[in-house]
């Protein structure tokens, strides 16, 4: 999907192309789409851990007090508005529990966490293990496509290289421990597993194969490789902005220049 919401004070209204996978989505749903009322708005708040961190950083433990200023907090009702809370105390219950928080202050571990939305968990453990610092240029593409991916219900894993089935190993065992945490303070909806189904493709990629090429071996339409790789991309440049090594940072550059070219490279794609 793209397009423009229109610019404020100039446009009087806005457009938005989406390319439609008629595989995915029927002529009676996107009719609905189309032209129905708008769905209301409703927030889904669920504070993720390195939003928690970040207000901890600043907050201490009167973060919670920060919710109530909230859009959630002014939506729902009461007994939701309860939940919420708890939530944000259990996330801080595990994050203190693996050591992000320590003495009401954030850890090295817990500093790392805070600048990678989304997969902090995962990510943090590596760098305390020292796995991340010694990953080579082709394992980070590696573990950030499948950190990022999400299949499709039904979509089959392929058959994986060597290298991939150690990375598969080792982000196996790490999520289990952290479910196990999270588990025990009954947090809903589990941090995201790790999927290595795309993984073979962004192999390919990295090695230089043409997108047509890595198509005809991949579970997936264009736009989802095109969108996994990006997001792969942002994540290596979130975790270059940590506190890891130079030689890291370097490996890092290197995986985002292997993966950011041709189509997979949105400002080309623009300037084009």
């Known amino acids: 999907m793209a397009g423009r919401a229109g610019r404020r004070s100039i446009d009087t209204e806005g457009f938005v192309f989406s390319r439609i996978n008629p595989h995915f989505i029927s002529p009676q749903e996107l009719e609905r789409i189309i032209y129905s009322q708008p769905e209301k708005v409703n927030s889904q708040f669920n504070a993720s851990y390195a939003t928690l961190l970040n207000l901890y950083q600043t907050y201490g433990e009167e973060l919670y007090d920060i919710y109530p200023k909230s859009f959630h ?13 708890d939530l944000m105390r259990a996330k801080v219950s595990v994050l203190k529990d693996i050591g992000h928080i320590r003495d009401e202050q954030l850890t090295i571990k817990g ?18 293990q020292g796995i991340l610092e010694n990953l080579s240029v082709e394992q980070l593409g590696i573990l950030a496509v499948s950190i990022v991916y999400e299949p499709r219900k039904g979509t089959e894993k392929p058959a994986v290289s060597p290298a991939a089935q150690d990375m598969e190993s080792v982000t196996r065992k ?5 479910h196990k945490v999270e588990n025990r303070h009954r947090i809903g909806t589990l941090s995201k597993r790790c999927y290595f189904h795309i993984v073979p493709a962004m192999e390919r990629w990295m090695k230089n194969e043409d997108f047509a090429s890595i198509m005809e071996r991949a579970d997936a339409d264009e736009g989802e490789i095109v969108r996994f790789f990006r997001m792969s991309i942002q994540l290596l440049r979130e975790i270059g902005d940590t506190p890891v090594s130079p030689s890291l940072k370097t490996r890092l550059h290197q995986a985002i220049s292997l993966i950011n070219r ?11």
């Open 111 to 128: 500093t790392f966490a805070s600048k990678v939305y989304g997969y902090e968990l995962i990510l943090s453990e590596m760098f305390e």
């Open 174 to 178: 790490i999520k289990r421990s952290i």
């Open 262 to 272: 041709d189509v997979v490279d949105s400002e080309k794609q623009l300037r084009t």
């Open 73 to 85: 907090h002014y939506q729902v009702k009461p007994f939701l508005r309860k939940q919420a809370v």
